[in-house]
């Protein structure tokens, strides 16, 4: 059943509901870019900020004069000018007081403001606080019309839409927020240094980005530290306004009697908590993460003090703090996104030197705005002289006037030539005030005030003269943050630096001796301390339980630091970490699960990687070649491939390289041996491998390297331990690839050169 069409109701909107959520989301974002989150460039100060410093100005909460309750300030702040939550703004009011947090606190708190442990202020209720001397540099000028005003949210009130005044507040005390797809980073500088290259840019407003950087040689941080950053990469997040600075804290050794040593904090890095940091650097030493370390304390009070006691006097202090610098907070990176709104309230990202010099273009505005008004003050004080001028030369006339005419006002305009401001001016004074209208004083001072109208006059023409006005005001502030001032003087070294260096296995894992033992079906474990590898029946380490019809495969010693290297068949190698190895209770675990190894791929080799340069490897077929010990451990549990043999032949041996060794001895299961010089071995650090040995039938038996001149040696069988060595080798001595003749009188049967 068809139905007519019904307009709206009377002040319902009718539109699609993506159009309507997309238009007011769009509103929000904006807001939130502009009044809330993101500073001015001009004054460095988000909306809530300008409008705590204001609220306190008006309850003239002056340096010099007396606290008040931060409930007060907050009840006028958000009754009046921001109406937000009361703990949002009490947090933002806390931040401005806390001079771990802001150069140069803009808060003169009384009270628990919180500390660097990251504990917090108290309730409003209890703390008092008062203006600094900072945000009365900020705020100055704001009784001289130098910037506009604004309604408040209600209307009710007037609000300044910026401060004018000359301190560099953006980027000597930063900012940080997140707004609606952007945010803003700006870590603090020093305002010596910004107010030295702003006086640079009055003089030269066209001087490149990088002349500001003779300057400001980076951050300066309220909490000190060292920015160890090289001075390009400094340079070039200042160029493109994007990037972030390598903080560190500052750390010294102590001596102690009998030559041991321990490490102490002075200063830590701008943004961290100091409990939070304790408590990451304990964390390191209960988990045993980090051995060389043996202890943390926290002995701050109003200084920082945090010791750091090495496990013994032996350790490298440097490696010690190399570690901390990586594993813990002591060392962190703070960004640098100096995105904030233009003159014309427009997001974007600016240089250094950029924002820089949209503050000195500000300043030039507010000087002449200030110059204007103070103009306008002259004329109406020369007006009103002019009239007490003519009233004193009149004034029996004047009395008489007043004391006879209904209108005595419009008598004495007309008769006078008199303004009106002039006459309400003469009919205000009180009758004391005749005695002082002497001429000489009416015209002393309209003389001085004729002279400074000149010279402001000739100021605002003359845009010489405004950049030597400007230069000497900012010197007079500068003079107040210089260098050799307590709230002045840097506190950030900026210092270039090494990258930490890479650990050592050893200071991350506690070394201690353990026996390693691999299984013929392939179960792993590790015992505590070097046992004795002697055969079974010397009580050694085949007398160890393994499950029915398994045994040792490979038994030795080493450290938990080590890294061990296990070969397949297949040519890939993998590397295990001893520390993570199972313990000695049980039978172990099977090593394939902890490596991603086939279980129809045998295992060839199990071997200690330290100690060792070079590896001789070959394959059934006789191929092989040398390979460094570096190139052969792999990262992951897929291992690395090392060997590729070729169809139907398998990796065979594994033997480390002596330094010494100068000739590689090769024998087949067809006994036929033959020694060749190492030199003809290639170094490779993958692939197939050169013909050792040729064979018309049979394969490779065993390989090893040795060195001539001591002969070649093989163990003796039935157990006895001893070996046999043949010195004379010139009957088999030959160029690699050869086929080889029948070994030596006794060589084993098996066709293994043992060892």
């Keep these: 059943m068809a139905t007519d069409f019904q307009e709206p109701p009377i002040g319902i909107l009718d539109a699609p509901f993506d159009t309507a959520l997309s238009d007011r989301y769009l509103v929000y974002a904006l807001s939130t870019i502009t009044a809330r989150s993101l500073p001015d460039v001009r004054d460095g100060l988000k909306p809530v900020h300008r409008r705590l410093l204001w609220a306190m ?43 771990f947090s802001l150069r140069y606190p803009l808060v003169d708190g009384q009270g628990n403001f919180g500390n660097i442990d990251g504990d917090n202020a108290a309730a409003y209720r209890y703390t008092e606080a008062r203006l600094t001397q900072v945000a009365i540099d900020v705020m100055d000028g704001l009784d001289e019309d130098a910037v506009a005003y604004r309604p408040t949210y209600n209307g009710e009130e007037q609000e300044p839409e910026l401060f004018p005044g000359l301190f560099p507040n953006l980027l000597a005390n930063g900012a940080a927020g997140i707004a609606v797809g952007m945010a803003t980073s700006i870590p603090p500088h020093n305002a010596a240094e910004l107010l030295d290259a702003a006086m640079m840019l009055v003089d030269k407003p066209d001087a490149p980005d990088a002349a500001v950087l003779d300057f400001v040689k980076g951050p300066d941080l309220p909490t000190g530290g060292l920015i160890v950053d090289p001075a390009a990469v400094i340079a070039e997040s200042y160029a493109t306004g994007r990037g972030a ?46 051995p060389i370390l043996a202890d943390v304390r ?48 427009t997001p974007r990202v600016m240089s250094l030197g950029g924002a820089l010099k949209a503050w000195v273009e500000h300043q030039f505005v507010v000087l002449e705005r200030r110059t204007r008004h103070r103009l306008g003050k002259i004329a109406d004080r020369i007006e009103l002289l002019d009239g007490y001028l003519i009233a004193y030369l009149n004034l029996d006339r004047v009395i008489e006037i007043i004391r006879t005419e209904d209108e005595p006002k419009a008598v004495m305009m007309a ?67 210089g260098a050799e001032t307590p709230l002045g003087a840097r506190r950030t070294t900026i210092e270039e630096a090494a990258p930490t260096r890479d650990i050592p296995l050893e200071a991350m894992i ?43 495969a490979f038994a030795f010693h080493a450290q938990t630091t080590d890294k061990l290297l296990l070969a397949a068949e297949n040519g890939r190698f993998f590397t295990l970490a001893a520390d993570k190895l199972p ?86 299961d067809n006994r036929k041996l033959l020694v060749f010089p190492i030199a003809e071995l290639p170094v490779m650090t993958r692939g197939t491998g050169v013909q050792l040995q040729r ?33 004379d080798l010139s009957l088999w001595r030959t160029a690699r690839g050869a086929a080889g003749r029948t070994p030596p009188t006794g060589f084993p049967r098996d066709n293994r050169f043992g060892g």
């Excluded at 050794?253 to 830590?268: L, S």
């Excluded at 001149?709 to 001893?722: K, V």
């Design 57 to 99: 100005r008006l309850l003239k909460l002056d340096p010099n004069q007396g606290y008040k309750k931060c409930a007060r300030v907050v009840g006028d702040v958000i009754g009046k000018y921001h109406p937000h939550g009361d703990q949002s703004v009490y947090d933002a009011m806390v931040r401005l007081a806390q001079t």
């Design 245 to 290: 600075f390598r903080v560190r804290a500052r750390w010294e050794i102590e001596r102690e009697k009998g030559g041991g040593w321990h490490a102490v904090v002075t200063e830590i890095p701008y943004g961290v908590q100091k409990g939070k940091l304790i408590e990451q650097i304990a964390g390191l030493i209960n988990d045993k993460k980090f």
């Design 583 to 668: 313990g000695g209770r049980g039978f172990g675990e099977p090593v394939r699960a902890m490596i991603d190894l086939d279980g129809a791929i045998g295992i060839v080799a199990f071997l200690n990687a330290r100690a060792q340069e070079q590896l001789l490897i070959a394959a059934t077929d006789g191929r092989g070649f040398r390979v460094a010990v570096s190139e052969v451990i792999a990262e992951t549990r897929k291992g690395k491939t090392v060997m590729t043999p070729r169809p139907g032949a398998k990796l065979l041996v594994v033997r480390p390289v002596a330094p010494e060794a100068d000739y590689v001895a090769a024998i087949g």
């Design 510 to 552: 506690e070394r201690e001796p353990i026996t390693v033992i691999l299984s013929q079906r392939g179960w792993i474990r590790a015992m505590k301390g070097h046992g004795d590898l002697s055969p079974k029946e010397a009580g050694g380490a085949e007398t160890l339980k393994f499950k029915e019809g398994d045994g040792p």
């Design 298 to 345: 926290d002995e701050s009070d109003a200084e920082i003090r945090i010791v750091l006691e090495p496990r013994s006097r032996t350790v490298d202090a440097q490696v010690l703090m190399d570690g901390l610098f990586r594993f813990s907070d002591l060392e962190t990176r703070i960004s640098l996104n100096l995105n904030v709104l233009d003159k014309d309230r």
């Design 415 to 481: 008769e006078f030539r008199l303004t009106d401001r002039q006459a309400e001016a003469i009919l205000n004074m009180r009758l004391r005030s005749l005695r002082r209208l002497e001429e000489f004083e009416i015209r002393g001072e309209r003389d001085k005030l004729d002279k400074e109208q000149a010279e402001l006059q000739a100021l605002l023409a003359d845009p010489a003269k405004q950049k030597r006005r400007m230069k000497r005001d900012m010197k007079k502030v500068r003079d107040r943050y």
């Design 695 to 727: 064979f018309r039938e049979g394969h490779l038996s065993d390989a090893t390297t040795f060195v001539f001149a001591e002969g070649l040696s093989w163990p003796m069988g039935g157990g006895s331990g001893r070996t046999r060595t043949e010195t």
